[in-house]
């Protein structure tokens, strides 16, 4: 296959110690040595996800992660209110209805972050029926959109119930505050900004939700946190569970150490400020509302004429640039770029300049350059401005 570097908002591009994990020898997955291995990530997530509590590692991909939440959090009927923001927010809504939970929804306008006063008083316009439960999400991939989840947090103050978050393409790319800011289920996946392949989820539990898993009653089986966190003690998982995905995480958790997280989250907003000042120079729109952007990804309105099919398959085969398009009623109207990853910065103004490249090809008005030059300007003065390490992951 002709090289290919991803810019999709995950999978990532993995480094080659991640990569190189993954080939390792298997283990029992009920011995010591994967054990140890389980523990280590455990530690490592931690200070990830802001928590002191546990975190319960499930075989799969975020949604089982987000499907886990859900079910052992509620039980049928109970009301919980759904906070969207895009795609994702969506089909956590559908995950808590396909188990007969009666869900009213926050409408937010596209490109937006959830208003913490609206949030606020949805939850004291509840009256009778208050909810058992909030669901928000903290980075939406599919607008660009990310909430401020401190904000969030104060808004729902003393509220009574469960707060469950979505941080599948959010965590680890800023800082998070799983216990300050009282989050009771934090879910992510290691195929996004802890730059590991796909296949593992993961939720941090609080308190108050291990509480509540006592008496709730949706049905569960593989997705039992209880379970989960029954077998947790001993270093091991219920279920068989991907071995080589576990050691890619460790070996990933590792460079996030190395690099640090202060560096980690300069780097994802350093790429992608870099990337909206391109956007803005070339005369396109951006997706998400200022205060709303998105550390991890650009969504970009596309000019017109421009086909968004047609533009990633030109950044793919012409350029080996592998970029997002738009979900759902955003399908070919919209571009988006991860930053998300093992990338340089040189990578990003590459991506850049192929982008402008493709846009050109279809015949959009682009002043050839001056997308790149403006991301190269953004870094410049974000190096200058900072003491951020100048190569982005430390090998
Ligand atoms: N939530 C968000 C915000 C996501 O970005 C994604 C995937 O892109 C998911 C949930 C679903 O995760 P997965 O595809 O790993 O099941």
């Not at 011995?31 to 509590?53: D, K, S, V, Y």
């Not at 886990?68 to 759904?82: D, I, K, M, Q, Y």
């Not at 680890?172 to 195929?191: I, K, R």
């Amino acid at each position: 296959m002709a090289k290919q570097t991803l810019f999709i908002p995950g999978p990532v591009t993995c480094a080659q110690a991640v990569l190189a994990a993954t080939a390792r020898p298997m283990i029992n997955h009920r011995g010591p040595e994967f054990a140890r291995l389980l523990h280590r990530c455990a530690r490592g997530m931690q200070p990830i996800f802001g928590t002191r509590g546990e975190i319960v590692f499930l075989g799969g991909s975020g949604t089982s992660g987000l499907e886990a939440a859900v079910v052992n959090a509620f039980s049928a009927g109970e009301r919980v209110l759904s906070c969207p923001v895009g795609v994702f927010g969506r089909r956590l809504a559908a995950v808590a209805r396909t188990y007969g939970l009666d869900v009213d929804v926050l409408e937010t306008a596209n490109g937006s972050a959830v208003d913490p006063t609206a949030l606020r008083a949805r939850i004291a316009a509840a009256g009778e029926r208050p909810y058992a439960g909030v669901l928000l999400t903290h980075n939406e991939t599919s607008t660009g959109v990310e909430n401020d989840m401190a904000a969030l947090s104060a808004a729902l103050g003393e509220y009574p119930g469960l707060r469950i978050v979505d941080s599948v393409s959010g965590l680890g790319a800023s800082a998070f505050e799983t216990d300050a800011w009282g989050y009771d289920m934090v879910v992510t996946a290691t195929q996004k900004a802890l730059a590991a392949p796909p296949g593992l989820a993961m939720v941090a539990v609080s308190a108050k939700a291990w509480a509540r898993m006592e008496s709730v009653t949706l049905p569960r089986f593989s997705l039992d946190l209880k379970k989960a966190r029954e077998f947790a003690v001993d270093g091991q998982t219920p279920w068989t569970p991907p071995v080589s995905i576990v050691y890619a995480l460790d070996a990933a958790l590792d460079l996030y150490e190395a690099e640090g997280a202060p560096a980690v989250w300069a780097r994802h907003a350093r790429y992608s400020t870099a990337v909206r000042a391109a956007v803005e120079a070339l005369g396109l729109a951006l997706f998400s509302q200022p205060g709303a952007h998105s550390t991890t990804v650009v969504a970009m309105h596309l000019p017109a004429g421009v086909d968004g099919g047609k533009l990633n398959k030109t950044l793919r085969e012409t350029y080996g640039i592998v970029m997002g398009g738009g979900q759902a009623e955003m399908k070919g109207k919209i571009a988006r770029m991860g930053v998300m990853g093992d990338l340089t910065p040189a990578d990003i103004l590459g991506a850049l300049g192929a982008l402008e490249l493709a846009l050109a090809e279809q015949g959009a008005a682009i002043d050839l350059g001056a997308g790149v030059r403006a991301a190269a300007r953004s870094f410049r003065d974000a190096d200058a401005s900072t003491a951020a390490p100048r190569l982005a992951v430390a090998r």
